[in-house]
């Protein structure tokens, strides 16, 4: 009677195999082990052609899976990317901004390219191998994402995060006037944050949004993104009438124009047209709104010194009021990413998230704090802050960051 080979047995013997191996680490080198002794102890030429055939296939069956487990095992390399036209290797991290009136290009390993916008600062946070999380600060970002199975990308733009797969669109934050817009070319992006439901804004192709956190509202469609957030060109027959003034009011003309400028992010003539009056004196006579506004301008232009001028007397000036806790959040950012005094900048972020729990800058605040909780190597205090985070942001563009922390 001719012997059969029972083949179903086989396979279910296999696919006993690839459970456990899959899950523990130690089994999968013992029973490489074993495979390898019983494969030596087989004598040759002493069994039956078909049963020694029998043999060679299961081995075969349990290499083959032990290859792709490994494979399974092996982390995927982190995507790479260059910042600016001279293709120099991009640093995780590091402030980001424009010099001149071109835009800046970071061209990620995938073929995923972003434009940070002139004037605009950013930063990539977090690079993994199926993406990136992008930081905006201020001003506009442009990204064309290639799409990929599995791929996970982030823009954080103040309170807002725009999950990604594979799309093109504009991003905007305006951190003065706390306003988010995005413009959709192609693809679909999830956007969440203030004034929206808790699943989010879904936006489709041609869709434009427009949200100040300030108020309720989160129109849709609404003005285009250059539009919302303004051009210095637009300023140019102000500025060309104001030339006209004889020579003793040009100095009051520009004065009088540093709100607009900052406004419209012209933060360098802002800040030169608050110094031409006398800085100390405009921030005498500016209201808590303005003084941020002025805050930021001189942030924005270079001059922390400023910067900190203006945010320490909305401290003093406008204790407990929704801009003094703004303010404290700025100090934080100019310790951390100007002066490097990460305990301060701690300190800063602590005092916001004390006097505006439920501000519009809280999960940057508490991802901020988490940065620098970690950089001081407080972890006992960057665990808890993590688990804060999680509890609040669980998508939030610090919740890559918190799962590190615990070791999740």
Known sequence: ????????????????????????????????????????????????????????????????LLLAVEHQRKPKSELSFAAGNAEVSGQVGTWLTPSGTAPMPLRFADGTIVSIAPQARARVARVTARGADLVLEQGSLSLAVVHHEGG???????????????????????????????????????????????????????????????DDRAALPAPSVAASLGSADSLAPA????????????????????????????????????????????????????????????????????AEQAFRLVRARFAGSGEAAMAAFFLGR?????????????????????????GGLAREAAGRLLEADRAL??????????????DKYPSGPHASLAHDVLGQ
């Not at 004889?246 to 047209?273: I, V």
């Not at 709104?289 to 924005?300: S, T």
């Not at 960057?382 to 688990?387: E, H, Q, T």
């Open 334 to 358: 100019i310790a951390y990413d100007q002066r490097g005094n990460r305990r301060e900048a701690a300190q800063w972020f602590q005092n916001y998230l004390r006097e505006a729990p439920s």
């Open 1 to 64: 009677m001719k012997e059969s080979f029972d083949w179903e047995a086989l396979r279910a013997d296999v696919a006993e195999l690839q459970r456990p191996l899959a899950e523990d680490g130690d089994l999968l080198r013992r029973e490489r082990a074993r495979l390898l002794l019983v494969a030596r102890a087989v004598p040759p030429r002493t069994r039956p052609l078909r049963k020694r055939w029998v043999w060679v296939t299961t081995l075969a069956a349990a290499a083959a």
């Open 152 to 214: 996970e990308w982030h823009v954080g733009a103040g309170p807002f995060t725009v999950l990604v797969t594979g799309t093109k669109f504009t991003v905007g934050w305006s951190a003065a006037e706390r306003t988010f817009t995005l413009a959709l070319q192609e693809g679909s992006v999830l956007v969440r944050g203030p004034t929206l439901s808790g699943a989010g804004r879904r936006v489709n192709p041609g869709e434009q949004l427009h949200i100040a956190i300030d």
């Open 377 to 390: 190597g407080d972890l006992s205090a960057a665990r808890d802050v993590a688990r804060e985070y999680l």
């Open 239 to 306: 500025l060309a009438d104001s030339a006209k003034l004889p020579q003793k009011d040009q100095r009051a003309a520009k004065f009088g124009s540093w709100k607009e400028l900052a406004q419209r992010q012209n933060y360098a003539d802002a800040l030169a047209a608050a110094e031409s009056q006398g800085f100390d004196e405009t921030c005498k006579a500016a209201s808590a709104p303005d003084l941020v506004l002025l805050g930021n301008a001189a942030r924005f232009a270079g001059s922390a010194a400023r």
